[in-house]
């Protein structure tokens, strides 16, 4: 048996981050000395940030004698599904559908995946001509395309969904696939946007080797329903498939699957959901408020999670800040022409100048129109600022925005600081996107916030409209122990699209338990 010591200790930056320093330094705090240790095992790192100088809590796990074997694993194996007799139709490769082709291989089915956008190389043009052409394509940008909404993110990795599954089971896939093994370390792990679709291309090639399939450019456009029984898909070039269950995993940008669903009866219901602006500022600036010293040297770009309570109109609402991405980017994030959408994404050194995050607001079902529009109230709420944002500013990808000093004071920006949105922004005034109230709410957090980080609430930042993605303003429904829709059989709603998760890793762990929930209707033969 090998024996190990545990240990905690607190460093500073320039020791937790010196491969060398860091490994004295443990040996010493476990009372050993260089070359009486077999094995160091990094088992946690967290940065504390609360007192006068920022310091690094390590955990780790120190071997006398070598370590067990299984340290790492235990590494995932695919049965051929190839010839198996049960199928299952899978639409949309973002992390809930891929998740649930691997875990569908594992119990024995075989999954056949159908996604609208291109593989993620192909993608990456789509992505090119929207940053500089400003041209929208509805099948591949942003949110869809092979790896959805999650491959060209942050690739945050951060989930309070631990009670939902095996967040550790999900990092451990990921780095199978090529995750950098820090991801099983740090308490924020992230991936970054630059080597996350290389594990989403290994994701695919592990479900194609098995004998699972994936096609790309494959858009379903309609149900196969017979007597509330769902057999299958219809795809745009007019392919009937079908497959022993249907688990739906089409993200919360699948406008047309909801317009469909309701269309063909199916019930969907309104959700609440969130919608704000995206802020802007120096990363300097939050690194010195955040670090209180004058460069971070080897820490990492510094984030900050800010919420407050607002009122207006006796209405309370939550603001709060949303996907920080420090170092990072803001992205057009539309899914159709005629409406701008922003997001953020950041590389995995996160190294730019900018650091970036939604700023968003609640929106409850009583702030939305529901006798007008029903279930799709929330969305047609989106759709209605999402376009307005995109005609005050001149019916391009190009963004309304205003620096958040001139936005407390509701003034006109004169001018705009520089951005790392590609695309490029119009100064306007972010009233006229919002709403008085939607405009009145994020005022009220921004101020408060300016009282939590020095410098934040000024014109050294500006804001960037609109954040509108944040979570699905529709709920497909279904039953809390089958997983499948209440009222149609053989359709599994499933990941952030259905309203079931969050992220990357809560999609992830959803799409796995829609596997598992199919496979306990169908069985695998
Ligand atoms: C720019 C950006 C940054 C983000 N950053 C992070 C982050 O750092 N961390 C994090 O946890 N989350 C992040 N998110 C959110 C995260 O990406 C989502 O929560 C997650 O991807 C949801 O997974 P999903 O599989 O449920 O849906 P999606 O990822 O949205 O995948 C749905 C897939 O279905 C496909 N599809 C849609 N309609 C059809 C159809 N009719 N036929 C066939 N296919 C269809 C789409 O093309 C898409 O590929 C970010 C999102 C964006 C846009």
Same mark, same amino acid.
């Given at each position: 048996?090998?024996?190990?010591?545990?240990?905690?200790?607190?460093?500073?930056?320039?020791?937790?981050?010196?491969?060398?320093?860091?490994?004295?330094?443990?040996?010493?705090?476990?009372?050993?000395?260089?070359?009486?240790?077999?094995?160091?095992?990094?088992?946690?790192?967290?940065?504390?940030?609360?007192?006068?100088?920022?310091?690094?809590?390590?955990?780790?796990?120190?071997?006398?004698?070598?370590?067990?074997?299984?340290?790492?694993?235990?590494?995932?194996?695919?049965?051929?599904?190839?010839?198996?007799?049960?199928?299952?139709?899978?639409?949309?490769?973002?992390?809930?559908?891929?998740?649930?082709?691997?875990?569908?291989?594992?119990?024995?089915?075989?999954?056949?995946?159908?996604?609208?956008?291109?593989?993620?190389?192909?993608?990456?043009?789509?992505?090119?001509?929207?940053?500089?052409?400003?041209?929208?394509?509805?099948?591949?940008?942003?949110?869809?395309?092979?790896?959805?909404?999650?491959?060209?993110?942050?690739?945050?990795?951060?989930?309070?969904?631990?009670?939902?599954?095996?967040?550790?089971?999900?990092?451990?896939?990921?780095?199978?696939?090529?995750?950098?093994?820090?991801?099983?370390?740090?308490?924020?792990?992230?991936? &970054?946007?630059?080597?996350?679709?290389?594990?989403?291309?290994?994701? *695919? =090639? #592990?479900?194609? !080797?098995?004998? %699972?399939? /994936?096609?790309?450019?494959?858009?379903?456009?309609?149900?196969?329903?017979?007597?509330?029984?769902?057999?299958?898909?219809?795809?745009?070039?007019?392919?009937?498939?079908?497959?022993?269950?249907?688990?739906?995993?089409?993200?919360?940008?699948?406008?047309?699957?909801?317009?469909?669903?309701?269309?063909?009866?199916?019930?969907?219901?309104?959700?609440?959901?969130?919608?704000?602006?995206?802020?802007?500022?120096?990363?300097?600036?939050?690194?010195?408020?955040?670090?209180?010293?004058?460069?971070?040297?080897?820490?990492?770009?510094?984030?900050?999670?800010?919420?407050?309570?607002?009122?207006?109109?006796?209405?309370?609402?939550?603001?709060?800040?949303?996907?920080?991405?420090?170092?990072?980017?803001?992205?057009?994030?539309?899914?159709?022409? &005629?409406?701008?959408?922003?997001?953020?994404?950041?590389?995995?050194? *996160? =190294? #730019?100048?900018? !650091?970036?995050? %939604?700023? /968003?607001?609640?929106?409850?079902?009583?702030?939305?129109?529901?006798?007008?529009?029903?279930?799709?109230?929330?969305?047609?709420?989106?759709?209605?600022?999402?376009?307005?944002?995109?005609?005050?500013?001149?019916?391009?990808?190009?963004?309304?925005?205003?620096?958040?000093?001139?936005?407390?004071?509701?003034?006109?920006?004169?001018?705009?600081?520089?951005?790392?949105?590609?695309?490029?922004?119009?100064?306007?005034?972010?009233?006229?996107?919002?709403?008085?109230?939607?405009?009145?709410?994020?005022?009220?957090?921004?101020?408060?916030?300016?009282?939590?980080?020095?410098?934040?609430?000024?014109?050294?930042?500006?804001?960037?409209?609109?954040?509108?993605?944040?979570?699905?303003?529709?709920?497909?429904?279904?039953?809390?122990?089958?997983?499948?829709?209440?009222?149609?059989?053989?359709?599994?709603?499933?990941?952030?699209?259905?309203?079931? !998760?969050?992220?990357?890793?809560?999609?992830?762990?959803?799409?796995?338990?829609?596997?598992?929930?199919?496979?306990?209707?169908?069985?695998?033969?």
């Amino acid at each position: 048996m090998s024996v190990k010591q545990e240990i905690e200790v607190l460093l500073p930056p320039e020791v937790a981050y010196d491969e060398l320093a860091r490994y004295s330094a443990l040996l010493a705090a476990a009372g050993l000395r260089p070359g009486e240790a077999d094995f160091v095992h990094l088992r946690k790192r967290s940065i504390d940030a609360r007192g006068r100088a920022p310091q690094v809590r390590l955990r780790a796990d120190i071997y006398q004698t070598p370590p067990p074997r299984d340290l790492f694993g235990p590494w995932f194996q695919y049965p051929s599904v190839e010839r198996a007799t049960r199928s299952v139709l899978i639409v949309g490769a973002g992390p809930a559908g891929l998740f649930a082709a691997l875990r569908a291989i594992e119990l024995g089915i075989k999954p056949i995946v159908l996604e609208r956008g291109k593989d993620v190389r192909t993608r990456r043009r789509d992505l090119a001509a929207l940053n500089k052409e400003h041209l929208v394509n509805p099948d591949s940008n942003y949110c869809f395309g092979e790896g959805g909404a999650g491959t060209y993110s942050d690739g945050k990795l951060y989930t309070r969904s631990t009670k939902r599954g095996d967040v550790q089971r999900i990092l451990r896939l990921l780095v199978q696939h090529g995750a950098t093994p820090d991801i099983l370390v740090d308490a924020h792990p992230h991936i &970054g946007t630059n080597k996350l679709p290389y594990v989403v291309q290994a994701l *695919r =090639d #592990s479900v194609r !080797a098995a004998g %699972g399939e /994936v096609h790309f450019d494959t858009r379903v456009d309609d149900l196969i329903l017979e007597n509330n029984h769902l057999r299958g898909v219809v795809t745009a070039t007019g392919a009937a498939l079908e497959a022993d269950a249907v688990i739906l995993a089409t993200g919360h940008s699948a406008r047309d699957i909801y317009e469909l669903l309701h269309r063909r009866g199916v019930l969907i219901e309104a959700k609440p959901f969130a919608l704000g602006v995206r802020v802007e500022h120096p990363q300097e600036l939050i690194d010195q408020a955040q670090y209180r010293r004058r460069d971070r040297g080897p820490l990492p770009a510094a984030s900050y999670a800010l919420v407050h309570q607002t009122q207006w109109q006796n209405r309370q609402r939550g603001v709060f800040s949303f996907c920080m991405c420090p170092g990072g980017f803001i992205v057009p994030a539309a899914t159709a022409p &005629g409406e701008v959408v922003v997001n953020g994404m950041s590389p995995s050194r *996160r =190294d #730019s100048r900018f !650091a970036n995050s %939604g700023i /968003v607001t609640a929106i409850e079902l009583e702030d939305m129109d529901l006798r007008r529009h029903g279930a799709l109230a929330g969305l047609r709420l989106q759709q209605e600022i999402e376009q307005r944002a995109c005609q005050l500013a001149g019916n391009t990808q190009l963004a309304p925005a205003q620096r958040l000093g001139d936005f407390l004071k509701a003034k006109i920006s004169p001018e705009l600081l520089e951005t790392s949105y590609q695309p490029g922004l119009v100064s306007v005034p972010m009233d006229k996107v919002l709403g008085a109230g939607l405009a009145e709410r994020l005022r009220q957090g921004f101020r408060n916030f300016g009282q939590k980080i020095p410098g934040y609430a000024t014109n050294a930042a500006q804001i960037v409209g609109v954040e509108s993605r944040t979570s699905s303003p529709v709920r497909i429904p279904r039953d809390r122990e089958t997983l499948q829709h209440p009222e149609v059989r053989g359709l599994f709603p499933c990941g952030e699209g259905a309203g079931y !998760a969050g992220g990357i890793v809560s999609a992830a762990m959803d799409g796995e338990r829609c596997a598992e929930a199919a496979f306990a209707a169908i069985g695998a033969k």
